[in-house]
């Protein structure tokens, strides 16, 4: 017995000392030197590809590897879908897989990016974005989301670990097209217009936006934050500056309007039993006037276009247009690739507008794509197009707020519900908020 | 084999008999048979190993680390377990695992008991479709339950509609949405999937009873209260011991049922470890805490299943 008690002693302390957690994995951050832009010239190339797209985002992806094969006829790339939720937490394993994919699509954030370009697995692009002049063509606003300083201690500047498309996703406001014609009230150009359209619509006995708090939905408050919140500080507070405080990113004030919002009856009865799912049902269904939503989440068909519209309202300071979005999704290159050059020309060709005009043709929204056509039948289209136009133009996109911290969506969520059963303060939602991501950033350092 | 294995028993039970040139020879074939044996379950131990005592080593490993799950990790000893049981709200989701594990196990079992002492007084035409109907749940998976439930609970959904076509509208509320009732609600759920499996588990050892207990009993002047105490009860240790080890589980591993209806909403009020443990492990790298998570309530069913099954054997 002695023998086998010394033996399993000695397995055990071998296995807890051979290696801690995570150490196999070698951090190799430096970004390639010599890096080519000449696709022609790579030879017969295969690119895995694994993304998380499907419906008109899959049909849009598979359109522009088409061009991009066409256009080189020696590269082909091996497309690879996965459901969001699975990619997102399988993704760090596949990248260790020398068989894994080239390019992958990981969620932008502390969460994913961040950690997968902490741990070494995805490539630093810095010598591609000046090859091909990224700093100059992508809005700072977008190009920030994607990067992180080598040291992994700050995201929102430093090196390129991820690359936007020609697509974004964007919270904005819907509006129903035919309630608004029945209740004789014109698209509003402001914050203050939508809520004196908001009490019209009440008094006319609709429900002014249609909304459901069961599973903590954020938009509206994110809607509203972007219109009140200085852009430069917001960008900062959410890249984990922590000289900025909730209350400078007019988190108590949109924490406030939302709460009024609430108490005025603007909310569908009982909002605090209808979830996410149920609520744009609903508003698709034709319930509500006004939906605060991210764009391409209502899932419309092209007949539904007609009739729902899509606005981008300016700050209410009347200093341009402020809005939150990110590329649905951000472009990594794996750091085992063997064909670095040719994936980064496919990220490029990804960013380009001939990618944005064919995410319009499947309406999707698309982004850095100025001279797009996009079919006048669409409302929704044209408003989200128009509305992305304006933020590439102002370069006033605010990443989603959720990104400060990993568990800044549950915060965030959770005290929207205290809020609106009256168990907690504006005040005191903006501190939990401050407190999240502060503790966030002390274990970070 | 069937000699050897008779031989073997013999031996046992001769075993304080002095007997030294026997002695060696026996045990050399009881070494060999217990080998025999291992050998035999060599393949499922080392199966087990690999899928269950590795990972169980790894999670305990884990738990003493500061981890992402991807890039170096940090030791932090007793860090992670300090802070499940002292942040607020990991804190609070043991009191929901206790409310839970009254409308898991607690009440089941007593609404169980009481059917099962109905049922089996006489014997009623139709009693295995009555058993089928309530065995139902058990056989459902949770997600299924889980979204027939969240239709109940909606706000325009059966229940508010019943509780208003009675004249209690008053009574009508968002069952999910409510600080106060969310949890019930869901335990309520858990009620009605773990009752029937009690009931069918009572029954069947009700007639395992030796019928001249009662018999007995009933000579001796006993109503059907002083029945069941005396006899029924007492015969049901071993089912209550099974019903209670599995029920008290299931309610401290609640993950499916929160997920799907309110992903442990509003606010935290129905965040369990297991939805805490989940969020931890796969949506914010903290891969340290989730283990830490996962190896407390792994040791706390070790515990309560250990208890009930002492004081379950003990006379």
């Known amino acids: 017995m ?16 051979a290696c801690s957690p995570g150490s196999g994995s070698a951090a190799k951050n430096d970004a390639p030197t010599t890096v080519s832009t000449d696709v022609a010239k790579a030879g017969n190339v295969t690119l895995n590809l694994t993304d998380f797209w499907g419906a008109a985002e899959g049909e849009w992806i598979k359109q522009v590897i088409t061009d991009f094969e066409k256009k080189y006829p ?16 399988t993704l760090n394993l596949q990248l260790q897989d020398a068989g894994g994919p080239d390019i992958a699509t990981a969620n932008n954030g502390w969460q994913s990016l961040g950690t997968l370009a902490k741990g070494g697995l995805v490539l630093n692009l810095d010598a591609y974005a000046k090859a091909y002049g990224w700093d100059k063509s992508v809005p700072t606003t977008i190009a920030r989301q994607n990067q992180f300083t080598t040291d992994f201690k700050t995201m929102g500047s430093g090196s390129w670990f991820a690359t936007p498309m020609a697509r974004t996703s964007l919270i904005g406001l819907y509006y129903n097209a035919d309630k608004l014609k029945a209740l004789g009230i014109d698209p509003p150009t402001n ?18 936006f249609e909304y459901g708090s069961q599973d903590g939905s954020t938009t509206v408050l994110l809607g509203v934050q972007a219109l009140l919140a200085d852009k430069t500080k917001l960008n900062n507070y959410i890249y984990g500056d922590s000289s900025v405080k909730a209350t400078d990113v007019a988190m108590t004030d949109a924490v406030t309007l939302t709460k009024k919002w609430a108490d005025e009856g603007y909310f569908p009865p009982h909002f605090n039993g209808i979830d996410y799912q149920t609520a744009v049902a609903d508003f698709v269904g034709g319930k509500g006037v006004f939906r605060w939503e991210y764009t391409g989440s209502l899932g419309l068909n092209a007949q539904q276009q007609g009739h729902f519209g899509y606005l981008q309202l300016p700050q209410q300071s009347g200093s341009g247009t402020v809005g939150v979005g990110a590329a649905p999704g951000a472009l990594v290159v794996s750091a085992k690739s063997k064909h670095p050059d040719v994936a980064a020309a496919f990220l490029n060709y990804l960013m380009s507008p001939q990618a944005g005009q064919a995410a319009v043709d499947r309406g999707l929204v698309p982004a850095m794509s100025p001279d797009v056509q996009v079919p006048p039948a669409s409302l929704s289209l044209t408003g989200e197009s128009a509305g992305a136009a304006t933020l590439d133009k102002n370069d006033g996109y605010v990443p989603y707020f959720d990104w400060s911290s990993p568990t800044m969506l549950d915060t965030l969520g959770q005290n929207l519900q205290l809020l609106y059963a009256g168990k907690t303060t504006a005040d005191k939602f903006t501190a939990a908020v401050d407190k999240d991501r502060d503790t966030f950033l002390a274990g970070q350092s | 084999m069937v000699t050897s294995a008779r031989s073997t028993s013999s031996a046992q039970t001769r075993d304080a008999r002095p007997a030294r040139s026997t002695d060696v020879r026996r045990r050399s074939v009881r070494r060999r048979t217990r080998w025999i044996g291992l050998a035999f379950a060599a393949l499922p131990l080392a199966l087990y190993a690999l899928v269950v005592l590795v990972p169980l080593g790894q999670s305990i490993q884990y738990s003493f680390y500061k981890w992402d799950g991807v890039s170096a990790s940090t030791w932090v000893g007793f860090q992670n377990y300090v802070t499940f049981l002292t942040d607020p709200v990991l804190r609070s989701t043991f009191g929901h695992v206790l409310v839970l594990i009254g409308f898991f196990a607690l009440l089941p079992i007593v609404l169980g008991l009481l059917s099962a002492a109905l049922l089996t007084r006489a014997k009623q035409p139709g009693m295995a479709v009555y058993r089928w109907i309530f065995f139902l749940p058990q056989v459902m998976t949770t997600v299924v339950i889980a979204l027939v439930f969240k239709r109940i609970y909606a706000p325009d959904g059966p229940l508010n509609g019943a509780l208003r076509a009675v004249g209690l509208g008053s009574l009508a509320r968002t069952w999910l949405g409510d ?4 949890l019930p609600a869901l335990g309520l759920v858990g009620t009605w999937v773990t009752f029937g499996f009690c009931m069918v588990l009572f029954i069947s050892g009700t007639s395992a009873i030796s019928p001249e207990l009662y018999e007995a009993a009933r000579i001796d002047g006993a109503g059907p209260v002083r029945e069941f105490f005396t006899v029924t009860l007492p015969g049901l240790r071993g089912q209550m011991a099974v019903a209670l080890t599995l029920t008290i589980t299931a309610a401290l591993r609640t993950f499916d049922l929160v997920w799907i209806t309110t992903h442990g909403g509003p606010g935290t009020s129905t965040l369990t470890p297991a939805v805490a443990l989940y969020k931890a492990a796969f949506q914010n790298p903290q891969v340290g805490l989730a283990a830490a998570i996962g190896v407390v309530m792994a040791a706390l069913c070790l515990v309560i299943a250990v208890i009930i099954t002492r004081v379950s054997e003990r006379d």
Do not use: C, M, Y
């Open chain 1, 2 to 17: 002695k023998v086998h008690k010394a033996v399993i002693a000695a397995a055990l302390a071998l296995g807890l000392a």
């Open chain 1, 191 to 208: 914050l203050a217009d939508l809520e004196a359209d908001a009490a019209k619509a009440k008094a006319a006995g609709q429900i002014p």
């Open chain 2, 179 to 182: 600080f106060t009732w969310a």
């Open chain 1, 74 to 89: 020696n590269v082909k790339i091996e497309r690879k879908t996965e459901d969001w939720g699975q990619l997102n937490s």
